[in-house]
């Protein structure tokens, strides 16, 4: 065993262990053990359980991302202030303000890695456990929980004529054709799913002083370079990674849309929007009272009135005008 093993061995024991638990409820339900719709629908149970343990980060990233927003203009500043100085007390005193900044707003520029960071291991749990497969049936092994019985299961388990194990470059046993239109098609979504998400995202839920900001530009390149390199890399995962990857991307796509449709950034596309529909029901702008809509609403009026509202006149007053 060697020290990768060793780090991945208790990621790859919960990988085993969640597809064992969900592979024996099908069973139990009449699904054939030997399907490779059966383990499919195991790797979607895997996956549902890693995003459903990560919401909390999830919202802790969305935080932190408004965080980093609403911060911008200040760090805006602190870039003005060293610009053009490349010496390395003036890096070092900028990135010791920075720092400053963030601690005073609790902002964190790294927790919006965390959901996919926490993922990552479990990824790699699922790539090496569905990588040995093959030499493990081979050799009557079994993967950890995963008995040498279920792994005979999972390698004469075929999707469509694809084996789950199967990747675009090695495509197996099964009917190539089959496995790489599969691994193709799976690409794809993964893929375009990522593009989707960071886009929706950058277009909808960012303020207009945050899209002025430099972190903006760098983060229009990676709404670019993520897809890319999912895609690239995709040709060497096995069918059952992609099948977990893609049924990720689209739970944080539809949490996502709901965060930004109903928690929208302040300032932000999507929160002009949500206030359009709160109109539409008589409902004042999201983050206002009632009274304090009503007494802005007057003030535009006045404003449009000329600026001036039309003072009281008493009824003495009013006799001598009409004179």
Not at 20 to 49: K, R
Not at 225 to 254: E, Q, R
Request: contains cysteine; proline residues 6%; hydrophobic residues 45%.
């Amino acid at each position: 065993m060697n020290f990768l093993d060793i780090i991945l061995w208790p990621f790859k024991w919960i990988v085993s262990a969640v597809l064992w638990v969900f592979h024996n409820l099908f069973e139990a339900v009449g699904m054939d053990p030997t399907s490779g719709w059966t383990w499919v629908l195991a790797i979607i149970g895997l996956t549902l359980v890693m995003r459903t343990l990560t919401i909390p980060l999830f919202v802790k990233q969305i935080k932190s991302m408004r965080g980093m927003q609403e911060l911008q203009p200040e760090m805006a500043k602190i870039q003005a202030k060293y610009k053009g100085k490349k010496d390395q007390l003036s890096r070092q005193a900028q990135a010791q303000e920075q720092m400053a900044l963030y601690k005073r707003t609790g902002a964190n520029p790294f927790s919006s890695c965390l959901p996919i960071i926490v993922q990552m291991p479990i990824f790699f749990g699922l790539f090496h456990v569905l990588n040995g497969v093959p030499s493990a049936a081979a050799n009557d092994e079994g993967i950890l929980l995963l008995t040498p019985q279920m792994i005979h299961q999972f390698n004469d388990a075929y999707v469509l004529g694809a084996p789950l194990f199967s990747t675009l470059l090695r495509p197996g046993d099964g009917n190539h054709a089959a496995t790489i239109a599969m691994a193709i098609i799976m690409i794809v979504l993964m893929s375009g799913t990522q593009f989707f998400t960071q886009k929706q995202l950058m277009a909808k839920n960012m303020s207009e002083q945050a899209k002025q900001s430099p972190m903006y530009r760098q983060q229009q390149m990676l709404v670019y370079i993520f897809p890319v390199i999912f895609a690239v890399g995709g040709i060497n995962f096995p069918l059952g990674v992609l099948v977990y990857w893609t049924i990720s991307n689209f739970w944080t796509m539809g949490q996502q849309w709901w965060v930004i449709r109903n928690n929208p950034t302040p300032g932000s596309d999507a929160e002009r929007e949500l206030n359009e529909r709160r109109a539409a029901k008589g409902l004042p702008p999201r983050g206002k009272s009632k009274e304090e809509h009503e007494a802005e609403l007057e003030v535009q009026r006045e404003k449009a009135r000329g600026g001036q509202r039309q003072q009281p006149v008493s009824r003495q007053r009013n006799k001598k005008k009409k004179r």
